[in-house]
């Protein structure tokens, strides 16, 4: 079950016992179905001096954290349902509402929105920020019934292009490289082998291009609930990181990062000069933890560090420097 | 994807090979060619462990090529992970050899034979003439995905675009091309693409720097120890593409996959002299509707023709097999445009 389902399932047991619990029934929407809708967004007075770790949450919240310390700095509200996040060279995180069908722009640091993208009829469930150009890429999965798309906002803005591959169904994952091609993922085989799990849109391209990427075994099946940048490569989620070389359409595999614990949810690579990213941050969702675990990278290993004030199942992470 | 789905999974990548194994007695399917069409339970490199098959299909040789002695195109393709052989100039498709995990870069031997770079499974497969599988040799090393064939020596030169654990790529000799090989590097070259030897037994290898701020040659001498880098003069070339001698002009033929530093292939002619080489004449090529092609990552100049494939990530046509003239270029003699999908590597078998 993923996080779209966790949160579907969340969802119906709530309107379930709504409708079991609530008597009388009044007209308009239950105000319940909205869990932080009297809590407001908030964020301390010096959250802009530091680089930020913004989490999304199950619980509908987006929650802010000091990189280096792991405290808690902010929580951003007004969610429905946030999933993946990215995040611009000027340090404005965007956020992908997915039951909302938009995606939410707030400067680094800052309590309240820069502005809406505007998703619909589609569902936004990752994105990504071209560095040459600063065109926003959302991987929109549309469901069982609805072939996805990835949604191009020109400078993050406006109506977006709409790129669909025939190969591709839901898509669930993308990532820009420093050159801007775009790699975008269905997630996982599914129930049709025939189908693709990887596209990619080269910089400046008119379509997607489905493609092959190989694993640490020629019969390696990818499970990817996240790809990212880390300076040099993409990489790949799959419990364990993988890195990969995408050009000219052609994929090699490169190398794997063992973390310990695994990781579950998208990862992000903190990276402040222009090479190789030194530490990776992902959800980690299991019996013993919940929480954002820190582990070094490329060597990987045991997590160094961890967050958990605030964490439910996180799903989005993204790390804004401070500018 | 939780603990637990993730350990089934790597039970299953353990457990699927071993099955594999031990369902096909690690033997590989005799081939019996008959009649005029196609017969599908030919050759397939898969031996002993399964390869992953995107397309889930069966090799299979037409009767022609198994009779013919003809020059052929083999042509690998990492889209659906096949080989195809195809006639010469007419391109008409005469076997599909299956099995393969990533098929790359191309060369072929003194004999005929065609050797195949596969990356993900980290090992070169040796096809005859008729697409057969006449041997295989393991590359622990790295990632092939070009090869080279020292027509002085009857070595084998394998270049790993990468080497496993994110080190550098290198260039492995396999003397006689068997055995253990031995491992060459540029310390300036990170990634290595492409290769060829001239008539002296000096190898020539194109890739990139560790940055991947540019494109890099480099020449292996004969018998040297290490290699090290072609200076170019008079033109840039940005990505590398294929790497040919052409003993007729005595001049190197590299391919550069970014022509002008656009979506667009071509190759130059090379003239080497000590550790310079001076690019010279301009190839472009034309795909079947008449655009500049897209990617054409190894091409083979054969008798005043070039032949190989345009990988068409660009949108403008599909991608397709050709035949164009050598060295004018332009409108492709023939085309195929009914197989591939992400077309790499050429080598003509003769």
Known sequence: MNRRDAFSLAFCIGVAFLCACAGPQSSGPPASLSPQAERHSWMVPNASQQDLVYVSNTDSEVTVYSYSQQTLVGVLTDFTQPMGECVNAAGDVFIADYAAKQIVEYAHGAATPLKTLDDAPDS????????????????????????????????ASGTPTRYTDSTLYNFQACSYDIHGNLLVSNGSAGPNPSLSLFAWLPKGGSKLVSIRIPGPQPSWQWGVDGITWDGEYFVLENYYVYRVIVTHGQAYYVGETQLDPGINSPVWIYNDTKGQGTELIGGVDDDSENGVDYYPYPGGGEATAQITHGIDRAFGITISLAQ | MSDMTAMLARICCLLLPAAAVCGCNGGLPQSTVSGASPDRALTSVTRGVAAFHPDRGKSWISSKLAKTTSPVLFVSD???????????????????????????????????????????????????????????????????????WDSTTGNLAVMNIIGTGSTSGSVLIFTHASGAPKQYTNPEQFYYSFGGYDASGD?????????EAGFILSELPRAAASAHTVKLTDGTIYFPGMVQWNAAQGELIVGDQSCDNQYASCIYALTISGDTGKVGAKTSFENYSGSAICDLAQGVVFHNQVEGSDYDYCGSTTSATYVWSYPSGGTPLDYNNSTDSAPVGAAVSQ
């Open chain 1, 124 to 155: 936004p469930y990752a994105c990504s920020v071209d560095p040459t150009t600063g065109n926003l890429a959302v991987a929109n999965d549309d469901g069982a019934s609805n072939q996805g798309n990835v949604a191009i906002f020109p400078n």
């Open chain 2, 78 to 148: 990492s889209g659906t992970a096949d080989v195809y052989v195809y006639s010469l100039p007419a391109l008409k498709l005469l076997a599909t050899v299956t099995g393969f995990s990533q098929p790359q870069g191309e060369c072929s031997d003194n004999k005929g034979d065609v050797w195949v770079t596969d990356a993900s499974a980290q090992t070169i497969y040796e096809l005859s003439h008729s697409g057969r599988l006449e041997n295989e040799l393991v590359d622990s090393s790295g990632y092939p995905a070009g090869c080279a």
């Open chain 2, 203 to 211: 190898l020539f290898v194109d890739g990139r720097r560790a940055d």
